[in-house]
């Protein structure tokens, strides 16, 4: 063996024995592993597209994904197509929905507050529906990845679910409530918030603080298409 050839032990120790690895083609599997609670808060640009990645991770490898998005309004910059929803649509096994409208709560901004709380209403009640079809399925099995949600599916982003109830528009025992109703096998994702959310330190298995260093919004730079949406 010469001195550049790395020993076979450190070969085996690296991801895919060295290898590089290839695209595959996507076929209905199920996860091993999954069953877990995580929690992504924090003041920095980048909540959504870190759980958003995450989904799109799983369902590369086959597991079955579903999205729902509280409170997505977004601010008169942001267009109403985005590009998320338009790769989601090209992509097998992962899925959304959005109930949200234009504008944030508690933002001046000309939207309805009461709108915003009978949506937030309307998601916690859609969330526990997801969450039950979640149970009725065999998560131990790959599900179809073109079956609407309602027949379950191995992952749940609820996103910005945190920060409705950081506004009050669902309350902190509602989040408990869906930690509650989550089934076994299922990995249960919730985003949003600016507010530490420690009434779940407790309850989930990892919760990430996404921070803000630095961010152009501060100089006036508007959301940008491909970035922001």
Do not use: C
Request: zero cysteines.
């Amino acid at each position: 063996m010469s001195d550049n050839q790395p020993a076979e032990s450190a070969i085996e120790n690296t991801p895919g024995q060295g290898r590089t690895p290839e695209a595959q083609r996507i076929e209905p599997s199920a996860p091993e592993e999954f069953g877990l609670v995580q929690v992504w808060w924090g003041d920095g640009k980048g909540k959504t597209t870190a759980t958003l990645g995450m989904g799109v991770r799983a369902a590369g490898h086959g597991y079955r994904v579903h999205m729902l998005q509280f409170m997505k309004g977004g601010a008169s910059s942001v267009e109403a197509v985005r590009g998320e929803y338009n790769a989601i649509e090209a992509l097998p096994g992962i899925s959304y929905e959005n109930l949200g409208h234009y504008g944030w709560h508690g933002m001046a901004d000309g939207s309805d507050e009461a709108d915003h709380e009978a949506e937030a209403e309307a998601g916690l009640d859609r969330a526990h529906e997801l969450l039950e079809a979640a149970t009725d399925a065999d998560l131990d099995a790959p599900l179809d990845l073109d079956a609407p949600p309602e027949d379950g599916m191995h992952m749940l982003i609820l996103d910005e679910v945190l920060y409705a109830a950081d506004r009050g528009l669902i309350s902190e025992d509602d989040v408990h409530g869906l930690i509650d109703a989550k089934p076994d096998g299922l990995e249960l994702v919730l985003s949003g918030s600016h507010v530490e959310p420690s009434y779940l330190e407790e309850r989930a298995d990892l919760i990430t603080n996404v921070r803000k260093m630095k961010h152009p919004i501060d100089d006036g730079q508007r959301a940008r298409r491909g970035t922001e949406f």
